[in-house]
């Protein structure tokens, strides 16, 4: 069999063997452990020529999380996977699980964040695949070993949700402000001049109230 540009033979040979049914628990160890040394290296863990993911769906029987490493392409802000299952006759369970629910999460090197998936437009697959496949050319062996047509899956980041209100609503403020002013105006001016003898001419006997002299001195008389 001739080798195919960009495909090695051992390679192709170890995807054949890992698309049976019969090899899907080693396909899964694989997977996991792929996953764990992803996050342990914060993305270091991927081959240069194949930029990969983590993935992580709910699981539409249990509601649990389910991550796995996917290879992709970018185009513009989003973000293009395969549902290939090395070429198996089943959909991988990934892929069913972003049917029922098609929110995700993307981690991509060290950043998170959150994914609306969807099937490829039949307008737009053509160019998505040969991308693809241009990538990682194996796409093309696993799309020969299986009858059905490899889902061209689509990842948008979701919307980011808008910043919290900081400028006070103007209601708010003047309120405030109307405060700050009552109660400004009620204290005596010794409080506005920093204290003194501003106290006795300016502060309370502008307001018609009379002070009171201190304990000690009416106790001799000299004070009300």
């Given at each position: 069999m001739k080798r195919q540009p960009g495909r090695s033979a051992a390679f192709s040979a170890a995807g054949r063997i890992l698309s049976r049914p019969?090899?899907?628990p080693v396909t899964r160890?694989?997977?996991?452990?792929h996953?764990?040394?992803?996050r342990l290296t914060r993305g270091m863990a991927q081959s240069r020529k194949y930029p990969t993911m983590l993935l992580t769906v709910t699981g539409c029987r249990s509601g649990k999380p389910r991550t796995v490493p996917l290879i992709y392409i970018k185009d513009g802000e989003r973000f293009v996977i395969a549902a290939a299952y090395?070429?198996?006759?089943a959909d991988p369970a990934w892929w069913l699980n972003l049917r029922e629910n098609p929110?995700?999460?993307?981690?991509?090197?060290?950043?998170?964040?959150?994914?609306n998936a969807?099937?490829?437009?039949?307008?737009?697959?053509?160019?998505?695949?040969r991308r693809l496949v241009e990538m990682y050319p194996y796409f093309i062996e696993y799309q020969q070993r299986t009858s059905r047509e490899i889902p061209v899956v689509i990842l948008t980041p979701a919307a980011k949700p808008e910043?919290?209100?900081?400028?006070?609503?103007?209601?708010r403020t003047s309120q405030s402000a109307k405060t700050r002013e009552t109660s400004t105006s009620e204290l005596p001016s010794a409080?506005?001049?920093?204290?003194?003898?501003?106290?006795?001419s300016s502060g309370p006997i502008d307001a018609g109230i009379r002070p009171r002299r201190p304990a000690r001195l009416r106790r001799r008389g000299w004070g009300p």
């Open positions: 019969s090899m899907r160890a694989f997977s996991n452990l996953t764990t040394m992803y090395a070429g198996s006759a929110h995700a999460v993307a981690q991509v090197n060290n950043h998170t964040f959150a994914v969807e099937l490829a437009p039949v307008e737009q697959r053509p160019d998505l695949w910043a919290p209100e900081t400028t006070p609503r103007p209601w409080v506005h001049s920093g204290g003194g003898s501003e106290y006795l």
